[in-house]
């Protein structure tokens, strides 16, 4: 039996709470949470973060067993669940904070 091992994704794919629930179905995953990154002020209000001059995304960041499921397998299904190529929106959200980005941890996840 191979050890338990933790890794972490982190991924804006507009809405989070839509892109959370698609990766708590998946097996490998043990913990989504949703939140904000990749702005330029410190822990921001929601209210300042909607205006969308803080530069923060929605996003979620992906508890995952890499003996299970590897990041590229989980950036297939982000791929695949929503549509990176409109910008600042994702259906009927609009915005910066609604962007398709994808925030690396390790030069593995980077390559």
Known sequence: MEDLKVEIATL???????????????????????GFTGGQIKNPAYREIISGRTGHAETIEIHFDPNVISFKELLLIFFSTHDPTTLNRQQYDKGTQYRSAVFYHSGDQKK
Request: net charge negative.
């Open 12 to 34: 804006a794919g507009g809405c989070f709470w839509c892109t959370e629930a698609v990766f708590e179905r998946v097996e490998g995953v043990s913990k989504v949470i949703p």
